[in-house]
């Protein structure tokens, strides 16, 4: 049921939702896995410190299979907004008005007209995705970092923020993994105080 006498006084949450292939539930069931991009159950309450850390409620969602639908046989690939809408509906269910859900996955992604895409966001929206699928390194550190950036490049967009100019900040527009190496892992001074009025 919706509330509608929420006000401002209502803290904004952001839902984690792990939205996975098989191989990537079997991960986050404490089974090895021969992916290196399937993430464990470990990694992805680093990625809820790090929303905690940049000031957000966080409610982490039971894990679930991607829809199958969306995969595409071809490309080996599943399709981000079927992915986005699935999601969307989940959120109907389980979030208040001001909810905003972050999806992760281990799946390769892609969107009509890319090859691949690692994330996407609606800016100031409800529904962002981060793709693990492209951050895979023999260094689980530098895995879990990229992951983490990632996530948090998505949240600042979810919040409204756009990218930014300063390299080290995460709201910087990587074009590859190495631009996404060099960045700090967060947010510069600007982009912090947006994102402070933005949780407001
Ligand atoms: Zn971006
Ligand atoms: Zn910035």
């Given at each position: 049921m919706v509330n509608v006498f929420h006000g401002p006084s209502v803290a904004l949450k952001i839902l984690l939702y792990p939205m996975v292939t098989a191989a990537g539930l079997k991960r986050l069931q404490g089974q090895p896995s021969r992916f290196s991009f399937a993430f464990s159950t470990e990694e992805l309450d680093a990625v809820v410190k790090a929303v905690q850390a940049a000031g957000c409620g966080v409610e982490l969602l039971p894990a679930e299979l991607l829809p199958?639908?969306?995969?595409h046989e071809g490309r080996r690939q599943y399709r981000c907004l079927p992915v986005l809408d699935a999601a969307r509906k989940k959120l109907s269910h389980?979030?208040?008005?001001?909810d905003k859900l972050l999806l992760l996955t281990d799946a390769d992604l892609y969107e009509v007209?890319?090859?691949?895409?690692?994330g996407m966001a609606e800016l100031g929206g409800h529904v962002a995705i981060v793709s693990?699928?492209?951050?895979?390194?023999?260094?689980r550190e530098k895995f879990v970092g990229r992951l983490l950036k990632e996530c948090l490049h998505e949240l600042g967009h979810l919040l409204g923020l756009e990218h930014c100019?300063?390299?080290?900040?995460?709201m910087f527009l990587s074009r590859s993994i190495a631009d996404s190496d060099i960045k700090a892992g967060n947010f510069c001074g600007k982009c912090r105080s947006l994102l402070g009025r933005a949780l407001g």
């Open positions: 199958q639908a969306s995969y389980a979030g208040g008005i001001r007209g890319m090859n691949f895409t690692g693990a699928a492209r951050f895979q390194s023999g260094d100019r300063d390299r080290d900040c995460v």
